[in-house]
């Protein structure tokens, strides 16, 4: 008697194959509502605060900039703290110093990024290249 081996390609594509179709058969009735009536329902019950796709991005993309920034500042008063308790301790404050240092570049970078962003949507707003 063959063995059977339950990882052999076939068997692979087989079942990725079921769970493809099986997927697009529960999303395709979905997909059957016009999203003008969507958008609409939205509007009218004041749920719809971003009728743009730009907006949204742009709301998203600032809070994850302002989410990075809330931690690279955490960052830095962890590695302050590290550096006060250190005691004189010559690897504990050359730890502290380069955690810190870490932080100060991460939070060069947040601000760098918020600045290409703010242009970026500046311009897309505006619709100026």
């Keep these: 008697m063959k063995k059977i081996n339950r990882l052999s390609p076939s068997n692979l594509s087989a079942a990725f194959a079921s769970m493809l179709s099986a997927a697009l058969m529960l999303v395709s009735p979905v997909l059957a509502v016009p999203l003008n009536d969507v958008n609409s329902i939205a509007a009218n019950n004041g749920l719809a605060r971003y009728s743009t796709f730009r907006e949204a991005l742009q709301l998203i993309l ?6 990075a920034f809330t931690v690279a500042v955490i960052f830095v008063v962890i ?9 004189g301790n010559e690897d504990q404050i050359a730890i502290a110093k380069k955690n810190l240092t870490w932080a100060v570049i991460g939070i060069v970078i947040i601000a ?3 600045i290409v962003l703010s242009l970026i949507l500046t311009s897309i707003v505006s619709g100026n290249p």
């Design 62 to 67: 600032r809070g994850l900039l302002t989410l």
């Design 79 to 87: 590695a302050g703290y590290q550096l006060v308790t250190a005691r």
């Design 112 to 114: 760098a990024s918020w």
